[in-house]
């Protein structure tokens, strides 16, 4: 099973993508910020496969980059609030997505393309 950290202080996006995923058949591990998130770590001590993070969070590069010394394959989706015209400072970002204003279907399937999509890079490469 493949764990996703879902990372953002939107707690409607994480529970509506939380629940995408494991219906997917993926771990979803929710947190709002970097110290429940690195909490929810040192607790569980698993391997992360998927970093979704905002890029509203301040240090997110920076979370995502240590994540990835202690996770070598870790891959990481940056989520851009609706209103965002960039990534800004984020440049590592293995996919970028805009969060769905109001999630639907079309929501769902892109959201979960995008992740399988980044998942199978993760896998094969």
């Known amino acids: 099973m493949r764990a996703v950290l879902i990372i953002d ?3 409607g996006f994480v529970f509506w993508l939380g629940r995408l995923l494991a219906g997917a058949g993926c ?7 970097f110290s429940e998130a690195s909490a929810l770590l040192d607790e569980l001590h698993m391997r992360i496969d998927l970093l979704v993070v905002s890029s509203l969070l301040t240090g997110s590069a920076e979370f995502a980059e240590t994540l990835r010394r202690s996770h070598p394959n870790l891959k990481v989706l940056l989520v ?3 209103k965002e015209r960039s990534p800004g400072q984020f440049q590592n970002a293995d996919a970028i997505l805009r969060k769905p204003v109001q999630p639907d279907r079309i929501a769902d399937a892109l959201w979960l393309r995008i992740v ?10």
């Open 9 to 11: 202080p939107d707690l």
């Open 27 to 33: 771990q979803a591990l929710p947190a709002k910020g």
């Open 80 to 82: 851009l609030d609706e």
């Open 116 to 125: 399988e999509h980044v998942l199978i890079r993760h896998f094969v490469a």
